[in-house]
Structure formats: structure tokens, C-alpha cells
T-cell receptor, first 112, second 112 residues
């Protein structure tokens, strides 16, 4: 079945460490890609999105993601995390329609 | 501009009761989507509505679940005769044009 998979279920790291979260999708053809973040007790917020063009996408809060078509990947990165980045991160794909297909999420815990 | 509103935030029901979840989209948004998140899983698409019309309900269970988005008022997701397996977080998203989706805080349903 077509899907989105996130490599890590839970990531724990210290402040100032670099973060990379893996995301792979299995849809062929044109696909829009998204990363959402859910801070504790809050709603899902869009971090960044890729529709077309430059495969390196800059988002909010210092996050970026790289679309690698040959690898069907859209990994999320941040060079130096802060305690406030503790949250759950969801990768999502949208093929040629409106339905978002989400990965299972990665819980990121940043230790002060 | 207020974000997507969902109420209640938490809902407890006993088996066999009905659950009604409400979603007020952002002002000017005529597209509404409902997603369900089961424990340890990503969000799964349930239904897509525009004012007074169900566009796609392919993700909705065939029985007991229904959704509406009337001309006036919020979108309602209704679950009749709830069972323990319905316990989940239900998220609503809205969009002005069917492109980017903005999420609400979710309703956490617990069925006793």
C-alpha cells in the first residue's frame, strides 16, 4: 500500500545537537510533501512544505528539509536544537488529490 | 483570524453512547477535513467536506460514523453507539482553497 514511513519512533538528544528525522514515501508521480510539528498540548503546525522547485526547503524555527526524488525521501533537519523543539514531528505526503497521508510520527525529546 | 476550533477538547463516553465532535473552520475556509489518530499511529484521513457536500468519505467506517458541514454552523463528526476501538484523537483541518490545510487542536475521545 502507498504510505509514508518515518524511521525513528523516539529521538532523544541534548541541546545544541543536530537533528535529522527520516521520512520516505512510496507514491509515484507528483507528490506534495509536508512536515508538521505538534508541541505538547498544542495543535499541529506546518513547519515546511515542498511542492516543486528547489529541493532544499527552508521552514520556520530554523528547520529545513531536502527532497531527494531518487530516494523517495524528505528528511527534516535542524543544525542545533533547543529545549523548546521538544515535540512530535509528522511527515505527510499528498499525491494528486487533497488527502494527506501521514507517517506515524517521531517524538523528539531535547534535554537541557 | 482565529485558528481552527474544535470542541470539546476531551470527550468521555460509555460504550453504546453517541459522540458529537465539532469543528469550526477558519474564517473564509470552505473546505473541511477530518482525520483520526489511533495510539502509536499517524493521522488517517476520514472525510473531506465542502459546504453542505461530502466530497470524499472513503476513510470513514461504513457504519456508525457520519459527518456534515451545514451551510451555517460548524462541521460535525458523529459517532453512534461508540465502542472502545473508537478511542482516538480526532483532528479537523480547514483550507481556503483545498491546498494548504490548517489543523485544529483535536478532540480526544475516550470510550469507557
Amino acid at each position: 500500500a502507498q504510505s509514508v514511513s518515518q524511521h525513528n519512533h523516539h529521538v532523544i538528544l541534548s541541546e545544541a545537537a543536530s537533528l535529522e528525522l527520516g521520512c520516505n514515501y512510496s507514491y509515484g508521480g507528483t507528490v506534495n510533501l509536508f512536515w508538521y510539528v505538534q508541541y505538547p498540548g498544542q495543535h499541529l503546525q506546518l513547519l515546511l512544505k515542498y511542492f516543486s522547485g528547489d529541493p532544499l526547503v527552508k521552514g520556520i524555527k530554523g528547520f529545513e528539509a531536502e527532497f531527494i526524488k531518487s530516494k523517495f525521501s524528505f528528511n527534516l533537519r535542524k543544525p542545533s536544537v533547543q529545549w523548546s523543539d521538544t515535540a512530535e514531528y509528522f511527515c505527510a505526503a499528498r499525491p494528486n488529490d487533497y488527502k494527506l497521508s501521514f507517517g506515524a510520527g517521531t517524538t523528539v525529546t531535547v534535554r537541557a | 483570524n482565529a485558528g481552527v476550533m474544535q470542541n470539546p477538547r476531551h470527550l468521555v463516553r460509555r460504550r453504546g453512547q453517541e459522540a458529537r465532535l465539532r469543528c469550526s473552520p477558519m474564517k473564509g475556509h470552505s473546505h473541511v477535513y477530518w482525520y483520526r489518530q489511533l495510539p502509536e499511529e499517524g493521522l488517517k484521513f476520514m472525510v473531506y467536506l465542502q459546504k453542505e457536500n461530502i466530497i470524499d468519505e472513503s476513510g470513514m467506517p461504513k457504519e456508525r460514523f457520519s459527518a456534515e458541514f451545514p451551510k451555517e454552523g460548524p462541521s460535525i463528526l458523529r459517532i453512534q453507539q461508540v465502542v472502545r476501538g473508537d478511542s482516538a484523537a480526532y483532528f479537523c483541518a480547514s483550507s481556503p482553497d483545498g491546498n494548504e490545510q490548517f489543523f485544529g487542536p483535536g478532540t480526544r475521545l475516550t470510550v469507557l
